[in-house]
């Protein structure tokens, strides 16, 4: 048996409301929430009584999709550093999204809060690209196809 598809990639937040304004200025759809909680959840999860919101959001697309939830039992746990990790810590590493125009895109994330890591860089003729922080610290890199 193969994989028949990538079906989400799950993030926990802290502020479900102001990620899902964030991926919605990025220009994803939110295609629905839910609160989840239940024996079903515990076991898939691996933590007992969990109690959690999602919110499931869609590219334009609707061949990807990211999982937003919210922990409000168990606690969701931060990471022990201060700052978030930087791009080369091991294990996920970022979410990249395909852009028409970074530039209009940077200007739109940063008034929810996003970080530009580096500089917009251009890869030969074909890309301009960049990394931001995005909500509770992801990494989200942006490309845009040129010439």
């Given at each position: 048996?193969?994989?028949?598809?990538?079906?989400?990639?799950?993030?926990?937040?802290?502020?479900?409301?102001?990620?899902?304004?964030?991926?919605?200025?990025?220009?994803?759809?939110?295609?629905?929430?839910?609160?989840?909680?239940?024996?079903?959840?515990?076991?898939?999860?691996?933590?007992?009584?969990?109690?959690?919101?999602?919110?499931?959001?869609?590219?334009?697309?609707?061949?990807?999709?990211?999982?937003?939830?919210?922990?409000?039992?168990?606690?969701?746990?931060?990471?022990?550093?201060?700052?978030?990790?930087?791009?080369?810590?091991?294990?996920l590493h970022?979410?990249?999204?395909?852009?028409?125009?970074?530039?209009?895109?940077?200007?739109?994330?940063?008034?929810?809060?996003a970080e530009?890591?580096?500089?917009?860089?251009?890869?030969?003729?074909?890309?301009?690209?960049?990394?931001?922080?995005?909500?509770?610290?992801?990494?989200?890199?942006?490309?845009?196809?040129?010439?």
């Amino acid at each position: 048996m193969t994989v028949q598809r990538m079906d989400n990639v799950g993030i926990v937040v802290e502020d479900l409301d102001a990620a899902v304004a964030f991926f919605t200025e990025l220009g994803l759809e939110l295609e629905g929430e839910a609160q989840v909680e239940g024996l079903w959840v515990d076991l898939a999860v691996g933590l007992d009584g969990v109690r959690s919101d999602i919110a499931m959001m869609r590219t334009p697309d609707g061949h990807g999709r990211l999982e937003l939830a919210t922990y409000h039992v168990p606690a969701a746990v931060g990471a022990e550093a201060e700052s978030p990790p930087p791009p080369n810590t091991l294990g996920l590493h970022r979410v990249m999204f395909a852009v028409d125009d970074i530039d209009d895109t940077l200007a739109r994330l940063r008034v929810h809060g996003a970080e530009l890591l580096g500089e917009v860089a251009q890869y030969e003729d074909s890309y301009r690209l960049c990394y931001l922080r995005g909500p509770a610290g992801i990494i989200v890199a942006l490309a845009e196809q040129i010439g």
